[in-house]
């Protein structure tokens, strides 16, 4: 099934899910020297010649992994040193090579918001909270990019490092249940929605494979996805290991924002618990509460802000596309990492 990701700007076109077709893509490998599987290519419908996205080749022979420290009481850490810490790889001990604190480094994020119907009583509060949220945490040299999700994956707002510009973006967000809703007007006419393939979802998953896939992957350095959502998923494609792997492959950090209507709603809990911790991120459950939804966007922004990154050599340098397990321990068996679990070997480098 191809999954359409779509821009849109001023008006609220969205993304048509077609029916399946032949693949046209084949699995060779990319840049990087990875293969995936067939994926489709970004609509940009809003990209401007004068404007274009820079985007890195990282070097594959170089494992890097960014990372906070905490302390028994979740209190960050500052001022480690390499010597403080110890990482294996597939049980094996490897050589840190390289060693820095990221606080000003360039930041590429994302904001994912779930759209579908269960999220009407919670959106207005998470357009405003995460405006503000953007706000503080973009630089100038940052960059940033909003995805709405619910029957369908939208990306409506490309990479900017001007906030005003991604709050004007949050604020034309609308829920779509499958049923009529989204951002009105006249379906097919520039504005309005589309008639989608599967008239009920929230494809949560598919969100994350594109966002990961068609966005972050390009890209270098420090990367992290902020997905705000009651953690179910219906109708996506892509599954749950699928959006893991995708995470892990473009070494994105994931933080899953729990929000609903009802305070105690969790449809997919242990789901994006997995999906958070696999990629180094983690989960923090704000109910319908715009106090503890301020709180959250806060903690990312110190963690973002506060991060250290090792970089090694691996003594397995088969390139086989496989996935290793990370594991990064401090000397100090008080302090706790938080990191993601592995990584992907190139392929046929």
């Given at each position: 099934?191809?999954?359409?990701?779509?821009?849109?700007?001023?008006?609220?076109?969205?993304?048509?899910?077609p029916?399946?077709?032949?693949?046209?893509?084949?699995?060779?490998?990319?840049?990087?020297?990875?293969?995936?599987?067939?994926?489709?290519?970004?609509?940009?419908?809003?990209a401007?010649?004068?404007?274009?996205?820079?985007?890195?080749?990282?070097?594959?022979?170089?494992?890097?992994?960014?990372?906070?420290?905490?302390?028994?009481?979740?209190?960050?850490?500052?001022?480690?040193?390499?010597?403080?810490?110890?990482?294996?790889?597939?049980?094996?001990?490897?050589?840190?090579?390289?060693?820095?604190?990221?606080?000003?480094?360039?930041?590429?994020?994302?904001?994912?918001?779930?759209?579908?119907?269960?999220?009407?009583?919670?959106?207005?509060?998470?357009?405003?909270?995460?405006?503000?949220?953007?706000?503080?945490?973009?630089?100038?040299?940052?960059?940033?990019?909003?995805?709405?999700?619910?029957?369908?994956?939208?990306?409506?707002?490309?990479?900017?490092?001007?906030?005003?510009?991604?709050?004007?973006?949050?604020?034309?967000v609308?829920?779509?249940?499958?049923?009529?809703?989204?951002?009105?007007?006249?379906?097919?006419?520039?504005?309005?929605t589309?008639?989608?393939?599967?008239?009920?979802?929230?494809?949560?998953?598919?969100?994350?494979?594109?966002?990961?896939?068609?966005?972050?992957?390009?890209?270098?350095?420090?990367?992290?996805?902020?997905?705000?959502?009651?953690?179910?998923?219906?109708?996506?494609d892509?599954?749950?290991?699928?959006?893991?792997?995708?995470?892990?492959?473009?070494?994105?950090i994931?933080?899953?924002?729990?929000?609903?209507?009802?305070?105690?709603?969790?449809?997919?809990?242990?789901?994006?618990?997995?999906?958070?911790?696999?990629?180094?991120?983690?989960?923090?459950?704000?109910?319908?509460?715009?106090?503890?939804?301020?709180?959250?966007?806060?903690?990312?922004?110190?963690e973002?802000?506060?991060?250290?990154?090792?970089?090694?050599?691996?003594?397995?340098?088969?390139?086989?596309?496989?996935?290793?397990?990370?594991?990064?321990?401090?000397?100090?068996?008080?302090?706790?990492?938080?990191?993601?679990?592995?990584?992907?070997?190139?392929?046929?480098?």
């Amino acid at each position: 099934m191809i999954i359409a990701l779509c821009l849109m700007s001023g008006g609220a076109l969205q993304a048509q899910r077609p029916p399946k077709e032949p693949p046209k893509a084949s699995n060779a490998p990319d840049d990087n020297g990875y293969s995936l599987p067939d994926t489709p290519k970004l609509r940009d419908k809003t990209a401007q010649a004068d404007q274009p996205v820079a985007t890195f080749k990282a070097n594959v022979q170089i494992v890097n992994l960014y990372f906070n420290v905490k302390d028994k009481r979740g209190a960050l850490i500052p001022g480690l040193k390499k010597e403080d810490f110890a990482i294996n790889e597939d049980g094996k001990p490897q050589t840190i090579k390289y060693f820095s604190a990221e606080a000003n480094q360039p930041l590429t994020l994302g904001i994912l918001i779930d759209t579908s119907g269960s999220q009407q009583r919670v959106l207005p509060m998470e357009q405003e909270v995460g405006a503000a949220f953007l706000r503080d945490v973009l630089t100038p040299k940052d960059l940033a990019f909003l995805i709405n999700f619910d029957v369908t994956v939208d990306l409506i707002q490309d990479y900017t490092s001007d906030a005003a510009q991604l709050r004007r973006a949050m604020e034309k967000v609308r829920i779509n249940d499958g049923a009529g809703g989204g951002s009105g007007g006249i379906a097919g006419a520039g504005q309005g929605t589309i008639p989608v393939y599967k008239p009920k979802g929230t494809l949560l998953y598919d969100a994350v494979y594109l966002a990961a896939t068609e966005k972050l992957q390009k890209e270098s350095g420090r990367k992290a996805m902020v997905l705000l959502t009651d953690g179910g998923d219906q109708g996506s494609d892509e599954t749950l290991p699928n959006a893991i792997e995708a995470a892990q492959r473009s070494e994105v950090i994931v933080y899953v924002i729990m929000i609903a209507d009802r305070m105690n709603f969790r449809a997919g809990d242990s789901e994006m618990h997995k999906l958070a911790e696999q990629s180094g991120g983690r989960v923090i459950d704000v109910g319908n509460n715009p106090k503890k939804l301020r709180d959250a966007f806060d903690q990312i922004q110190k963690e973002l802000r506060s991060q250290y990154m090792v970089g090694y050599v691996p003594t397995n340098l088969v390139a086989d596309g496989k996935y290793r397990k990370m594991e990064l321990k401090p000397t100090n068996s008080e302090y706790k990492v938080q990191a993601r679990k592995g990584y992907y070997a190139p392929k046929n480098l």
